[in-house]
T-cell receptor
Framework: SQQGEEDPQALSIQEGENATMNCSYKTSINNLQWYRQNSGRGLVHLILIRSNEREKHSGRLRVTLDTSKKSSSLLITASRAADTASYFCATDAGNTGKLIFGQGTTLQVKP | GAVVSQHPSRVICKSGTSVKIECRSLDFQATTMFWYRQFPKQSLMLMATSNEGSKATYEQGVEKDKFLINHASLTLSTLTVTSAHPEDSSFYIC????????????FGSGTRLTVV
C-alpha cells in the first residue's frame, strides 16, 4: 500500500516562479527522500532528509520535514522549464527496508 | 557511485508468453532488491522484496505465481512476468539496497513492458 499522499497532484507555473509540493506519510520513518522522474524514465534521487532534521537545502531545492505532522515539503526556487517532471516523496517505512512512494506531483514549468 | 543496470529497457511481447527482466548491481553487492510497478501517470507500487538466496516477499495483492522473482546472486535479481496479458503492460523498476550509498537505494532505469 502507498505510504503517503502528495499535493498538489499537478502544478503548472511560469519559469522563474517557485514550486512547492507537499507530502504526508502515515508511519514512523528514519528518513524521507524526494525523487524526480521525467516522463517514461527512471528515478533521479534529489535529496534525503533524516527524521531528526527539520530542513535541508541542495542548490535550488529546499526540503522541510515535520515529524509531528508526518509531512514534508519540497520547494524548487527560480524554476526552469527543465524542471518539468514528476516529483515523488518516499519513506523507508520504519525498519522494513522498503521504500514506499507517495502519489507524486506532476510539475509543468512553462517557458 | 553505485549503479544498477536494468535490462531490457523496452520489450514488446505477445499475450501468453513470458518475459524476463534483469536487475544487476554493477559495483556493489545487493542482498536485497526491490521491484516496483508503475502505471501511466501513477506512482510506483512496491511489488516485492527480493532477498539473495531466499524466496521473495510479495506485497499484498501481487500474484507470486504471475511475477516470479529470483535473486540467485548478490548482484542479480530477475523478474519474470509469466503468461503475460495486456493488463500486465506497465513500467517496471528495480532498486537495490545499497548501504554505502548516501540515501540507501539505487534504482535501475526501468523496463517498459507492452503486451500485445
Amino acid at each position: 500500500s502507498q505510504q503517503g499522499e502528495e499535493d498538489p497532484q499537478a502544478l503548472s507555473i511560469q519559469e522563474g516562479e517557485n514550486a512547492t509540493m507537499n507530502c504526508s506519510y502515515k508511519t514512523s520513518i528514519n528518513n524521507l527522500q524526494w525523487y524526480r522522474q521525467n516522463s517514461g524514465r527512471g528515478l533521479v534521487h534529489l535529496i534525503l532528509i533524516r527524521s531528526n532534521e527539520r530542513e535541508k537545502h541542495s542548490g535550488r531545492l529546499r526540503v522541510t520535514l515535520d515529524t509531528s505532522k508526518k509531512s514534508s515539503s519540497l520547494l524548487i526556487t527560480a524554476s526552469r522549464a527543465a524542471d518539468t517532471a514528476s516529483y515523488f516523496c518516499a519513506t523507508d517505512a520504519g525498519n522494513t527496508g522498503k521504500l514506499i512512494f507517495g502519489q507524486g506531483t506532476t510539475l509543468q514549468v512553462k517557458p | 557511485g553505485a549503479v544498477v543496470s536494468q535490462h531490457p529497457s523496452r520489450v514488446i511481447c505477445k499475450s501468453g508468453t513470458s518475459v524476463k527482466i534483469e536487475c544487476r548491481s554493477l559495483d556493489f553487492q545487493a542482498t536485497t532488491m526491490f521491484w516496483y510497478r508503475q502505471f501511466p501517470k501513477q506512482s510506483l507500487m512496491l511489488m516485492a522484496t527480493s532477498n539473495e538466496g531466499s524466496k521473495a516477499t510479495y506485497e499484498q495483492g501481487v500474484e507470486k505465481d504471475k511475477f516470479l522473482i529470483n535473486h540467485a546472486s548478490l548482484t542479480l535479481s530477475t523478474l519474470t512476468v509469466t503468461s503475460a496479458h495486456p493488463e500486465d503492460s506497465s513500467f517496471y523498476i528495480c532498486s537495490a539496497s545499497d548501504r554505502a550509498s548516501n540515501y540507501g537505494y539505487t534504482f535501475g532505469s526501468g523496463t517498459r513492458l507492452t503486451v500485445v
